[in-house]
């Protein structure tokens, strides 16, 4: 059997990548320091033998035992509130974390992919963004933490493939959505969907007219896993270019949703994208891949995950223990 290390793997897409290759037949070593995910993510594979969790921090030394064939990197702060409150953490998973796990595929072998961000393309002066656009970054200001750590680990692992010949994949993921996001999280989607589940107005950031490309998880991990069974080292864009506004979106969810909940709007954000959205081309040709759930099908799986939560759940975010 194989054998794949998932770092990140309490947190929302690390967890779901957990799932699939659980499903293609791969023994599973999660791994996750817990500081922004959560284990109520795997509690449903707590009776698979086949996986296995470490709880450990993946800036410090990192070794598995026995062979291993994959290491898929998911671990990072992700969402613009956590750069606000552990940024030296969120730029230490991108380079010290990346760096270890990156002499743990050298030493073991293993076929070795990242999660790469739209980010690296900052607040981008190309619309859409196709992989060969550099970016427009600020290093310096709020966001700059995830957006360096990214480029730094793309970075790294291109100079890893060259240098060691390893065999290394760049997934670079746009805005992605579906249940087990942590709902509290500052993030558009469950900021809009727990403000309607409590019946409190939706924030609108800005006046709402940035742009956002949202694509549904199971699409994603679609895209992820094809692009880990490809051969191809240069990074590849995955996401769904279906763009909307922000505004148009919140609309969009009180409609889905029979929400009475007024709009609010507030300050934008520090260095907030004005638009995002992927230019898939090179993912159709070389992955056969494209997103194939509609919006209202993702978004009410999505809600039906959150209404599922306790009302506790819906307020604050609990710190559980594997075992
Ligand atoms: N946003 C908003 N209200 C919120 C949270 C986010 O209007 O309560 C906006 C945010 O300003 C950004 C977009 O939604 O333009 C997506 O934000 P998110 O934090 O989900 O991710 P980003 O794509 O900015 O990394």
Redesign the pocket.
Known sequence: MKTVVITGAAGFLGSHLADRMLSEGYRVVGIDNLITGDLKNLEHLKSDTRFEFLEHDVTTYTSVKGAVDCILHFASPA???DYLKIPIQTLKVGSLGTHNLLGMAKEKKARFMIAST??VYGDPLEHPQSETYNGNVNAIGP?GVYDEAKRFQESMTMAYHRVHQLDTRIARIF?TYGPRMRLND????P??IG?ILRGEP?????D?S?T?SFCFVDDLVEGIFRLLSASYHLPVNLGNPHETT?LE??KELLELTESKSEIQF?P??VD??LK?QPDISLAQELLGWKPETARREGLAKTIAYFRQLSPEELRHKEHRTFN
């Open positions: 969402s613009p509130i739209s980010e966001r805005n500052g993030r558009v989607i900021a809009f403000q939706l924030t609108v950031f800005g709402g940035q956002r922000i979106f919140a507030e934008l954000p907030d994208p995002r």
